[in-house]
């Protein structure tokens, strides 16, 4: 059935964690080649050698241009714009009336009046809400992601180098002048005879760049970068091993947008597509409940309290005051016991009910995968988007944890697979659930990387 809008959907089928519990959609999806070589040599590239990410597809764009830009933005985000202007960067994020997270994208600073915010549906989307329907005076563009407009191309590519060879590699390949390489901030660089535009970032421990450009422009770019970057070890990483990057890095990507409740929120839902993201999205997990507000995380479970201003007025202002000084979940790192896994393959091919499958190398099978983390029979956190990585030869997860608990080195079990044999999404086979045992790491679990975070210079 086609509903106008996700209020109406809502108001139809009741209760919105269980309609999502049982969503017929599966994981995000990366709309790339599943893998180049293989996944294990595309994982390896970006901490030994150097990694080619084409983030061309699988993202919403969302141009925002006017002289009340900063603005709307100061007005939605619980970042500080006070310093923001033409080519710098930041992480935006943005929470409802009642503090809770919706999402977060990256905000580029094209000119001092104009940004682009890229990353998942839910930001772009409250972000054009507010522009059209507030006392704005701002323009709007929207590049959709290919999943929604599968036949309209792009308006850019969007790559990523990042290894420690990926300088070497942009060093060689750029014809232009010197490259920014300061966190966050960006410049430009040239690539066979194609300007493109720059953002400094690093991951696995080195420094390294995203770059864009007119989307006519990035077969020529990208094959001059596998060209120059061969006798570097360059690995063009597919949707395989792209899936399991944001472990590695430390990103939760997909917090379930805290949305689906609250009058104050009911515009926005009355706004929001009936078919959008937000109303076909899937929660897998064992973490399961009734009460969709179980689900809203706070800015600090996402380790996002460090980001939070209160420069300036903004929606979910107040309430997260209050919550300042109350007691936070962490966020961390969880390895997976390997014995412990190792009885879920093995139930695989024993008689008797399955364990849930475990696919390699990224076992989330949900656009929102929460699982139940516990101790000594207690819920104490959550744990997301558990994955293969052969650079650590583990199952790791990011958590969020209770403080008491989130201490390198403590014991904790994650429950694996959903109640009752499962839910009634069609990727989820009928299984038992098992517990496996899960030991605390910081975040990101590579040390080098790290130490590097956030110090690119």
Same mark, same amino acid.
């Given at each position: 059935?086609?509903?106008? &809008? +996700?209020?109406?959907?809502?108001?139809?089928?009741?209760?919105?964690?269980?309609?999502?519990?049982?969503?017929?959609?599966?994981?995000?999806?990366?709309?790339?080649?599943?893998?180049?070589?293989?996944?294990?040599?595309?994982?390896?590239?970006?901490?030994? #050698?150097?990694?080619?990410?084409?983030?061309?597809?699988?993202?919403?764009?969302?141009?925002?241009?006017?002289?009340?830009?900063?603005?709307?933005?100061?007005?939605?985000?619980?970042?500080?714009?006070?310093?923001?202007?033409?080519?710098?960067?930041?992480?935006?994020?943005?929470?409802?009336?009642?503090?809770?997270?919706?999402?977060?994208?990256?905000?580029?600073? +094209?000119?001092?009046?104009?940004?682009?915010?890229?990353?998942?549906?839910?930001?772009?989307?409250?972000?054009?809400?507010?522009?059209?329907?507030?006392?704005?005076?701002?323009?709007?563009?929207?590049?959709?992601? &290919?999943?929604?407009?599968?036949?309209?191309?792009?308006?850019?590519?969007?790559?990523?180098?990042?290894?420690?060879?990926?300088?070497?590699? +942009?060093?060689?390949?750029?014809?232009?002048?010197?490259?920014?390489?300061?966190?966050?901030?960006?410049?430009?660089? #040239?690539?066979?005879?194609?300007?493109?535009? #720059?953002?400094?970032?690093?991951?696995?421990?080195? $420094?390294?760049?995203?770059?864009?450009? $007119?989307?006519?422009?990035?077969?020529?770019?990208?094959?001059?970068?596998?060209?120059?970057?061969?006798?570097?070890?360059?690995?063009?990483?597919?949707?395989?091993?792209?899936?399991?990057?944001?472990?590695?890095?430390?990103?939760?990507?997909? $917090?379930?947008?805290?949305?689906?409740?609250?009058?104050?929120?009911? $515009?926005?839902?009355?706004?929001?597509?009936?078919?959008?993201?937000?109303?076909? &999205?899937?929660?897998?997990?064992?973490?399961?409940?009734?009460?969709?507000?179980?689900?809203?995380?706070?800015?600090?479970?996402?380790? *996002?309290?460090?980001?939070?201003?209160?420069?300036?007025?903004?929606?979910?202002?107040?309430?997260?005051?209050?919550?300042?000084?109350?007691?936070?979940?962490?966020?961390?790192?969880?390895?997976?016991?390997?014995?412990?896994?190792?009885?879920?393959?093995?139930?695989?091919?024993?008689?008797?009910?399955?364990?849930?499958?475990?696919?390699?190398?990224?076992?989330?099978?949900?656009?929102?995968? *929460?699982?139940?983390?516990?101790?000594?029979?207690?819920?104490?956190?959550?744990?997301? *988007?558990?994955?293969?990585?052969?650079?650590?030869?583990?199952?790791?997860? +990011?958590?969020?944890?209770?403080?008491?608990?989130?201490?390198?080195?403590?014991?904790?079990?994650?429950?694996?697979?959903?109640?009752?044999?499962?839910?009634?999404?069609?990727?989820?086979?009928?299984?038992?659930?098992?517990?496996?045992?899960?030991?605390?790491?910081?975040?990101?679990?590579?040390?080098?990387?790290?130490?590097?975070?956030? &110090?690119?210079?």
């Amino acid at each position: 059935m086609s509903y106008r &809008s +996700l209020e109406e959907k809502l108001q139809a089928v009741g209760n919105p964690a269980t309609m999502m519990q049982n969503s017929p959609i599966g994981r995000y999806v990366y709309p790339i080649p599943a893998e180049f070589t293989s996944w294990i040599a595309e994982q390896r590239a970006w901490r030994e #050698t150097a990694v080619l990410f084409d983030q061309s597809f699988h993202m919403t764009d969302l141009y925002v241009k006017g002289p009340d830009t900063i603005r709307l933005l100061s007005d939605l985000g619980v970042n500080s714009f006070a310093n923001f202007g033409k080519n710098k960067a930041k992480q935006f994020v943005c929470c409802n009336y009642d503090g809770y997270v919706i999402g977060d994208v990256i905000c580029f600073g +094209l000119e001092d009046d104009m940004v682009n915010l890229v990353g998942r549906p839910p930001v772009p989307n409250w972000v054009q809400f507010h522009a059209e329907t507030g006392d704005y005076d701002v323009r709007v563009e929207r590049d959709e992601r &290919s999943a929604d407009k599968p036949d309209k191309p792009r308006k850019i590519y969007r790559y990523e180098v990042q290894g420690p060879n990926a300088m070497e590699i +942009l060093e060689k390949v750029n014809e232009g002048g010197p490259l920014t390489t300061k966190f966050f901030n960006m410049g430009e660089i #040239t690539i066979a005879g194609c300007k493109a535009r #720059t953002l400094a970032h690093g991951m696995g421990g080195a $420094p390294g760049l995203e770059l864009w450009g $007119p989307f006519e422009d990035g077969q020529k770019v990208k094959a001059a970068l596998l060209e120059v970057g061969e006798e570097f070890g360059i690995k063009q990483a597919g949707g395989r091993a792209y899936s399991t990057v944001a472990m590695e890095s430390g990103w939760i990507p997909s $917090p379930l947008p805290a949305i689906y409740t609250g009058e104050k929120m009911k $515009p926005y839902r009355e706004w929001l597509s009936g078919n959008g993201f937000e109303a076909v &999205s899937s929660i897998g997990g064992s973490f399961q409940s009734d009460n969709v507000e179980d689900y809203y995380l706070k800015p600090w479970d996402l380790d *996002y309290g460090r980001v939070v201003r209160f420069d300036h007025d903004f929606i979910g202002r107040e309430a997260l005051e209050k919550m300042a000084d109350q007691p936070h979940r962490k966020k961390v790192t969880l390895v997976w016991d390997k014995e412990d896994v190792l009885k879920v393959f093995a139930g695989l091919m024993e008689d008797g009910e399955m364990p849930k499958l475990m696919e390699m190398p990224a076992a989330h099978y949900a656009a929102h995968p *929460y699982d139940k983390v516990v101790k000594d029979g207690r819920t104490v956190g959550i744990s997301t *988007y558990p994955v293969y990585t052969a650079n650590e030869r583990a199952w790791i997860s +990011l958590a969020m944890v209770e403080e008491g608990l989130s201490e390198p080195g403590n014991d904790l079990t994650v429950v694996w697979g959903e109640a009752n044999g499962g839910t009634a999404k069609p990727m989820v086979e009928r299984h038992r659930q098992t517990e496996i045992g899960a030991e605390v790491h910081p975040w990101p679990i590579h040390e080098a990387s790290r130490k590097y975070h956030r &110090s690119q210079k």
